[in-house]
């Protein structure tokens, strides 16, 4: 495993992930905010959550890139449509069972079945994320598949 290359090229599609996923919802094709929705696990407080949270999805997404490296490498082959692929598969485990379990991990969130309290500040996901839109999963699928091509594209296999 080339570990500089995964560091590099992990850390540039994260960024590129974040960076369009951040465009769709101000482009107006979600309401979903990730790193927000990360953030505020950990606090109340919208401005900080907000911060906390770049940082927890960019931590994480770091990571996750590990997981297309191991594929990589298991394959022996990297590029595009590899990539591509994987990142479709890591936006639907996302939108199909992260979102399902977000109500029961996120202590801010209300539920699907039990609805908002005073305490909780979001929404429930909903399958697939769709109570943050109709096209949420559009504006999910896309960025991963950037995700994946780049780090297909530009992880050197040792």
């Known amino acids: 495993m080339d570990w500089?290359?995964?560091?590099?090229?992990?850390f540039v599609a994260n960024i590129v992930l974040t960076t369009v996923s951040a465009a769709t919802q101000g482009m107006g094709l979600t309401r979903m905010n990730f790193p927000y929705m990360l953030g505020t696990i950990f606090?109340?407080?919208r401005d900080r959550a907000?911060?906390?949270?770049?940082?927890?999805?960019?931590?994480?997404?770091?990571?996750?890139?590990?997981v297309y490296i191991f594929i990589f490498e298991?394959?022996?082959?990297?590029?595009?449509?590899?990539?591509?692929?994987?990142?479709?598969?890591?936006?639907?485990?996302?939108?199909?069972v992260l979102?399902?379990?977000?109500?029961?991990?996120?202590?801010?969130?209300?539920?699907?079945?039990?609805?908002?309290?005073?305490?909780?500040?979001?929404?429930?996901?909903?399958?697939m994320a769709l109570n943050y839109g109709v096209r949420t999963p559009i504006a999910v699928v896309l960025p991963h598949i950037l995700f994946g091509i780049i780090l297909g594209v530009f992880y050197h296999l040792k």
């Open 99 to 127: 979102m399902a379990l977000m109500p029961g991990l996120h202590p801010r969130m209300a539920s699907e079945q039990h609805g908002p309290e005073a305490h909780n500040m979001l929404e429930p996901p909903g399958f």
């Open 74 to 96: 298991s394959l022996g082959a990297a590029g595009w449509w590899r990539g591509a692929i994987i990142g479709v598969v890591h936006a639907l485990f996302v939108l199909i």
């Open 43 to 45: 606090t109340p407080n």
């Open 50 to 66: 907000r911060l906390y949270g770049f940082f927890a999805s960019l931590g994480l997404g770091w990571l996750f890139s590990l």
């Open 4 to 10: 500089s290359s995964w560091l590099l090229w992990g």
